[in-house]
């Protein structure tokens, strides 16, 4: 038979709240076989693709998102990490995290060395990007560049990338998470005690984008790693991966001896998961995919799995979360976001539904839902979420699979990689 994605009536009706009909993917090859992976050498595959995209470069070594990213990412390296970890791999872990963690915006920061690229309209151009002002960068102390640029036609090395106007939330975040995440794993405590300070001021600078005291993080459109998708305000993705960052805040400011640090961490990971759950969470059962101040997106968001990930729900209605979002799945794995965009309503890239974030499949933001079923003590769930990602024994691992065709794009793409083997650790899939 020919297989369609289920969209549920509620979803088509309201997902006009938040700014562009619904468009229906319609895949077109036969339903979906269930995949035999064998994920011990799948766990080889993911090693190969991160070896291969770990390079020398004129900023150091760093470990590339993909053969086509000319530097290196705050939250592709932060992910990539985790799974680096938990393939014995700590100590490349521990250098790129260093490289990172280096690129923290302090006081001293020089704003010649940005570039704000104020991709924050589906209109944008080239001409919309600036050099920030010192005043514009100092309100960005404690957080950390998109990117770092090796050399490209466009940008000399070492150039820092603010892919908006403000910096990504997540990427703040996630760099703490990895940072602690380091320690846990390899055992190594110098790291963790070197980036305590850059930890509170990455903690402050998280809760400076708190702007309504709800304990929720806003932000503006295209400030999280759905560049295109325009989703602002509280986007529950972005507090999924807050949530995480708190914890892991927390055990670091207590193992450096900052316990009214730690203390504070622990309590408002409280407030979060509070403000979360009263604020995100719809009467359907599925966390709304943003609220903003003019509009809610009801669309469902493979990555809100991360709120259950990192503990904002108890076991049943995180169970209620993750089956709703399996009804994202299709014949080529679970499409990132459901209904999908008119084309002309999401930018600056542009693409129809089924392709790319506009209802693609991606395999890294398909291993946030298997952690998440890991995390519940659904082993076996995990580990069918992740053998959705592929439709044979893969020899390499893709950014982005077309939910149309199957076309499978960008290979070697290391952070999905590295989320795939968090994923595997996670489901004790292999050793």
Not at 16 to 44: C, F, H, Y
Not at 322 to 347: D, K, W
Request: overall charge negative; charged content about 25%.
């Amino acid at each position: 038979m020919t297989y369609a994605l289920h969209v549920p009536a509620i979803a088509r009706k309201k997902a006009a709240t938040d700014g562009a009909e619904p468009a229906r993917t319609r895949p077109t090859m036969q339903e979906k076989s269930v995949s035999v992976i064998d994920m011990q050498r799948l766990l080889d595959t993911v090693s190969g693709v991160l070896d291969r995209q770990t390079v020398e470069t004129e900023i150091g070594r760093i470990l590339m998102p993909g053969p086509t990213y000319l530097g290196i990412w705050a939250r592709d390296t932060a992910i990539s990490t985790l799974g680096l970890n938990r393939l014995g791999k700590t100590e490349l872990a521990g250098e790129l995290l260093q490289r990172f963690w280096g690129y923290q915006i302090t006081a001293q920061s020089d704003p010649s060395t940005f570039v704000f690229r104020n991709k924050t309209h589906a209109g944008w151009t080239d001409s919309d990007g600036f050099r920030p002002s010192k005043e514009q960068l100092d309100g960005e102390i404690g957080a950390f560049p998109t990117c770092v640029y090796i050399q490209t036609p466009d940008f000399r090395a070492g150039t820092r990338e603010i892919y908006t106007t403000r910096a990504d939330l997540d990427g703040v975040a996630w760099l703490v998470i990895a940072l602690h995440d380091h320690w846990v794993r390899s055992g190594d405590d110098k790291l963790m005690h070197q980036f305590a300070a850059g930890t509170a001021s990455a903690i402050t600078y998280l809760r400076s984008r708190d702007e309504d005291g709800d304990h929720l993080l806003e932000q503006g459109p295209n400030q999280d790693w759905a560049d295109i998708l325009l989703r602002q305000g509280k986007v529950a993705y972005s507090q999924g991966v807050w949530l995480g960052c708190l914890a892991a805040a927390a055990e670091i400011f207590e193992a450096t001896g900052d316990r009214a640090r730690a203390d504070f961490c622990r309590r408002e990971w409280d407030e979060v998961r509070a403000a979360a759950n009263r604020i995100l969470m719809t009467r359907y059962g599925y966390y709304a995919n943003f609220v903003a101040s003019d509009r809610v997106s009801f669309r469902r968001a493979l990555d809100t799995a991360l709120l259950v990930a990192f503990g904002a729900c108890d076991e049943e209605p995180a169970r209620q979360v993750l089956e709703i979002l399996g009804t994202l799945g299709g014949p080529f794995g679970h499409a990132v976001i459901e209904p999908g965009f008119a084309q002309e309503a999401i930018g600056p890239s542009k693409y129809p539904p089924g392709h790319y974030q506009n209802e693609g499949v991606w395999p890294w933001i398909t291993s946030f839902l298997a952690v998440a079923w890991a995390r519940i003590g659904d082993f076996d769930r995990a580990r069918e979420v992740i053998s959705s990602v592929f439709r044979d024994q893969p020899a390499t691992i893709h950014e982005w699979v077309d939910n149309l065709t199957g076309e499978a794009h960008h290979p070697d793409f290391a952070t999905a990689a590295g989320a795939l083997a968090w994923a595997i650790a996670e489901a004790g899939c292999a050793s």
